[in-house]
């Protein structure tokens, strides 16, 4: 018989109630109000979504990364374990109390990744963030943006004007990544419409669903040719 779940955290938000939920030693997860956000026994999506979103920086010593969404940890984990020691990478984290959990009852599912030397959190929304980043010259530019975020590209989503996966959201993605740069994206369902966007803003697009059976999500790459970025910047 399966052991019940336990509540072990909650907190009040906008959205509704955010739960982490434990049974078990490895067995986490995070509920906003009735709807499962997180599983940590179902992880596949994430661990290639990191991996394919840095898989051109493994000998890139000076790699910059921006990860959006820190969930349970599993694609920050994966994103370490590609890059090398010498590599940094941000992740935007809305929720601090998200961060608090991949700290304490979730760190043990990644080997606390969330601490890693490379790492620094900024609890901020990942789209303020690239859109400062796209808007500073100052800035250091990124090899990588990889966006875990429970509520991925889907055929509702505003064309224009979503934070996210609008088209003015990609093109700040596009200002805000070096020369060559890669976007990798989570999605429940494959989108036509955000793969048309992201091909509209100069990036070569394609799709992973991965795994062979059960629920596969979809992982969205889309790389920047550097012919592209660097004429965006002719005077």
């Given at each position: 018989?399966?052991?019940?779940?336990?509540?072990?955290?909650?907190?009040?938000?906008?959205?509704?109630?955010?739960?982490?939920?434990?049974?078990?030693e490895?067995?986490?997860?995070?509920?906003?109000?009735?709807?499962?956000?997180?599983?940590?026994?179902?992880?596949?999506?994430?661990?290639?979504?990191?991996?394919?979103?840095?898989?051109?920086?493994?000998?890139?010593?000076?790699?910059?990364?921006?990860v959006?969404?820190?969930?349970?940890?599993?694609?920050?984990?994966?994103?370490?374990?590609?890059?090398?020691?010498?590599?940094?990478?941000?992740?935007?984290?809305?929720?601090?109390?998200?961060?608090?959990?991949?700290?304490?009852?979730?760190a043990?599912?990644t080997?606390?990744?969330?601490?890693?030397?490379?790492?620094?959190?900024?609890?901020?929304?990942?789209?303020?963030?690239?859109?400062?980043?796209?808007?500073?010259?100052?800035?250091?530019?990124?090899?990588?943006?990889?966006?875990?975020?429970?509520?991925?590209?889907?055929?509702k989503?505003?064309?224009?004007?979503?934070?996210?996966?609008?088209?003015?959201?990609?093109?700040?993605?596009?200002?805000a990544?070096?020369?060559?740069?890669?976007?990798?994206?989570?999605?429940?369902?494959?989108?036509?419409?955000?793969?048309?966007r992201?091909?509209?803003?100069g990036?070569?697009?394609?799709t992973?669903?991965?795994?062979?059976?059960?629920?596969?999500?979809?992982?969205?790459?889309?790389h920047?040719?550097?012919?592209?970025?660097?004429?965006?910047?002719?005077?």
């Open positions: 018989m399966a052991q019940p779940w336990k509540t072990i955290d909650n907190i009040s938000t906008e959205e509704g109630n955010l739960e982490l939920r434990q049974r078990g490895r067995d986490f997860l995070i509920m906003i109000g009735a709807q499962v956000l997180m599983n940590s026994m179902l992880n596949r999506s994430e661990v290639v979504l990191g991996r394919l979103g840095c898989d051109r920086l493994k000998e890139s010593k000076l790699a910059r990364v921006l959006g969404g820190l969930g349970m940890g599993f694609t920050l984990k994966a994103v370490l374990d590609t890059l090398p020691a010498t590599a940094g990478v941000i992740v935007a984290e809305l929720n601090p109390t998200v961060y608090k959990w991949c700290r304490g009852p979730l043990l599912l080997e606390s990744a969330v601490t890693d030397p490379r790492v620094t959190v900024e609890i901020d929304d990942v789209a303020h963030l690239i859109k400062r980043v796209a808007m500073d010259g100052s800035e250091t530019h990124f090899d990588a943006i990889v966006l875990d975020l429970y509520r991925g590209p889907h055929a989503t505003d064309h224009i004007d979503d934070p996210l996966y609008g088209s003015k959201a990609i093109e700040n993605m596009r200002t990544l070096k020369p060559g740069g890669v976007v990798a994206v989570w999605g429940e369902n494959y989108d036509e419409g955000f793969c048309k992201l091909q509209s803003a990036f070569t697009v394609s992973d669903r991965p795994g062979k059976g059960g629920l596969r999500h979809v992982v969205f790459l889309a920047l040719g550097q012919s592209t970025k660097t004429s965006k910047h002719k005077p």
